[in-house]
């Protein structure tokens, strides 16, 4: 019996956000956009999650590794699909497991908005 990979499913588009906070305020739709990501996080066991997948070996996790953090699995597969709906993780299904990653812009963007604007 042969494995062969699904398509990947479509991750919601994830653009770098704004600038650093300390350069402008932001506007009510990067306000708006940023807040997704943040309500996402303010979770412990969605930041755990997002955590276990940033950090895991070769960049993605399979669903079966990252499920112990100590919440059902069906609230697992919650918290994994709202992460997902914030941009933040991006999923591929390959037979009956799933696979989640962390794209590299998701971090950039993230790190570029808290990080301290250069002065001249």
């Known amino acids: 019996m042969s494995r062969n ?3 990947l499913l479509e991750p919601e588009a994830v653009a ?3 600038p650093p906070l300390s350069e402008r305020p932001l506007t009510a739709e ?3 956009r940023t807040a997704v990501m943040f309500k996402a996080l303010g979770d412990p066991v969605r930041l755990r999650l997002f955590s276990l997948v940033a950090s895991h070996e070769g960049g993605e996790a399979c669903v079966c590794d990252i499920s112990d953090v100590g919440v059902s699995q069906p609230t697992v597969s919650h918290h994994l699909k709202k992460l ?3 941009g ?3 999923s591929e ?7 989640y990653r962390v794209e590299p812009s998701v971090l ?3 790190g570029q908005l808290l ?3 250069a002065t001249a």
Request: hydrophobic content about 45%; aromatic content about 8%; charged content about 25%.
């Open 108 to 110: 950039a963007a993230m």
């Open 88 to 90: 933040l993780l991006s």
């Open 84 to 86: 997902r709906e914030a």
């Open 5 to 7: 990979a699904l398509p």
């Open 16 to 18: 770098p956000c704004c």
């Open 115 to 117: 990080a301290r604007a």
């Open 93 to 99: 299904r390959r037979g009956t497991w799933v696979y």
């Open 30 to 32: 990067e306000a708006e």
